[in-house]
């Protein structure tokens, strides 16, 4: 497990070793000097600091480091004596232990204790992530611009979109407002039949949207691997998104439910939420479900990114003294005679 701070040394040592640790981690375009991490440091550090305070220094390291960097410190949530224990740990040498415990809070056991330690670990989640998305933007704007960025994701939808339409029939096709979503009229899929025919010939399978005035596309209907913008992905935003044109619609999932980027960006925070959901009652959990469901990043939410549920599970399985009463008059009834029943 993590390690306290070595008696041997005090934490103004361990603090000044960290500092220097860290110095090499910071974001290169920040103008960031040793002091101002030592601050933070210091903050956490000090046991008369209130977990908001110790969070927010948390964030603010976060925020000085490069991005690959920013999982070398974390909060991590465990439980202990029937409570929750709050760990703020640093890894100098990455992942592998011991890590140092800059600071602890034991013993949160109260409903407000536990309210006001989940609704602080949410906004830490929800800026972790917003921040992480934006150096994502960053860091793709500086290779390629940022329109080029969302071209690429729109180009590579379109790849996705057509299997056996030649290049300069779909550019034609992606501007015409014939083909937006106010004109849309239903989709024909393949029998299965249909499908196999076609693959023993080479050919992808295919389904047919059709619009007004009697305008039709085929579209690919190839199984996806990796959540790839065609077959029922594509077929359920034809007739579900709001799209001027193909290649407005060919922008969906950008920065979405689906983008792997957004996965990517989010990452982090999956990880405190883990570290926390773990340690929670089910209520607990439903609770801070809500919550993360109001927490935006992109355009979604980090509960319907991580697939939370937000009601209860039905507990369908029959109380075992229930179980036992019915099953006795189950018995007693089969014995009985007719005259009896």
Request: contains cysteine; proline residues 4%.
């Amino acid at each position: 497990p993590p390690q306290e701070i070595s008696p041997s040394i005090t934490k103004e040592q361990d603090i000044d070793h960290i500092a220097n640790t860290m110095s090499a981690w910071i974001d290169a375009e920040l103008k960031i000097d040793k002091q101002t991490i030592q601050d933070c440091l210091t903050t956490i550090a000090n046991d008369k600091e209130s977990m908001d305070a110790c969070l927010s220094s948390l964030a603010a390291l976060k925020n000085m480091l490069a991005y690959k960097w920013r999982d070398r410190i974390k909060l991590e949530i465990t439980r202990s004596d029937g409570g929750l224990k709050a760990l703020f740990n640093v890894y100098p040498d990455g992942q592998s232990y011991p890590s140092i415990t800059f600071r602890q809070f034991d013993h949160i056991h109260n409903a407000e204790d536990t309210a006001n330690l989940l609704e602080t670990c949410v906004y830490q989640m929800e800026a972790m992530a917003r921040r992480d998305l934006q150096d994502i933007r960053k860091m793709d704007a500086k290779k390629q611009g940022p329109t080029l960025a969302m071209d690429n994701h729109v180009r590579g939808n379109i790849q996705c979109m057509f299997d056996n339409t030649a290049e300069q029939d779909i550019e034609k096709l992606l501007d015409d407002n014939a083909y937006a979503k106010e004109n849309f009229v239903t989709i024909l899929t393949m029998s299965v039949e249909e499908k196999m025919r076609r693959v023993e010939h080479n050919m992808h399978p295919i389904f047919t949207a059709f619009f007004k005035d009697n305008k039709s596309i085929e579209f690919s209907d190839r199984p996806g691997t990796r959540g790839e913008f065609r077959s029922e992905i594509l077929q359920k935003a034809l007739q579900n998104k709001d799209y001027k044109n193909l290649r407005d619609l060919a922008s969906y999932r950008h920065e979405g439910l689906e983008d792997p980027l957004v996965h990517i960006a989010a990452s982090s925070a999956k990880e405190l939420y883990t570290g926390i959901s773990k340690q929670l009652s089910t209520t607990q959990k439903l609770s801070l479900h809500k919550q993360l469901d109001g927490c935006k990043i992109g355009n979604t939410s980090l509960a319907k990114l991580w697939k939370l549920s937000m009601e209860e599970p039905i507990n369908t399985h029959t109380p075992t003294h229930l179980g036992t009463l019915l099953q006795r008059q189950i018995s007693h009834t089969s014995t009985l005679s007719p005259i009896d029943m």
